[in-house]
Nanobody
Framework: QAQLVESGGGLVQAGGSLRLSCAAP????????LGWFRQAPGKEREFVAA????????YYAESVKGRSTISRDIAKNTVYLQMNNLRPVDTAVYYC?????WGVGIMMPALYKYWGQGTQVTVSS
């Protein structure tokens, strides 16, 4: 069973930064598109960012564009989400996920095949 493991969440003040990591120990995810999603209490899971297999192409939700950077280290089988200028509305559980193809569906959680367990990000005002 493929597994993704997130880390790097925590409590930060508004305006602060966090870098989330997602590792795939023992798995080869270089052929997968990797994405980050988040889910706040009482809300649906929403797309945050995605990165192509090679890392050359990225896509962001409007809510985080300009404040976040997704990147991947293929050799380490790890994807990162650098988040800056965090706001209280960014508070959520953040999940990484893997999907086989890049396309119009990269924003749709239902199309992703593998998921991590999530890491909590809390931004205080």
């Amino acid at each position: 069973q493929a597994q993704l493991v997130e880390s790097g969440g925590g409590l930060v003040q508004a305006g602060g930064s966090l870098r989330l990591s997602c590792a795939a120990p023992g798995q080869a995810f270089s052929t997968y598109v990797l994405g980050w999603f988040r889910q706040a209490p009482g809300k649906e899971r929403e797309f945050v960012a995605a990165i192509s297999r090679s890392g050359d192409t990225t896509y962001y939700a409007e809510s985080v564009k300009g404040r976040s950077t997704i990147s991947r280290d293929i050799a380490k089988n790890t994807v990162y989400l650098q988040m800056n200028n965090l706001r209280p509305v960014d508070t959520a559980v953040y999940y990484c996920a893997a999907v086989e193809f890049w396309g119009v569906g990269i924003m749709m959680p239902a199309l992703y095949k593998y998921w991590g367990q999530g890491t909590q990000v809390t931004v205080s005002s």
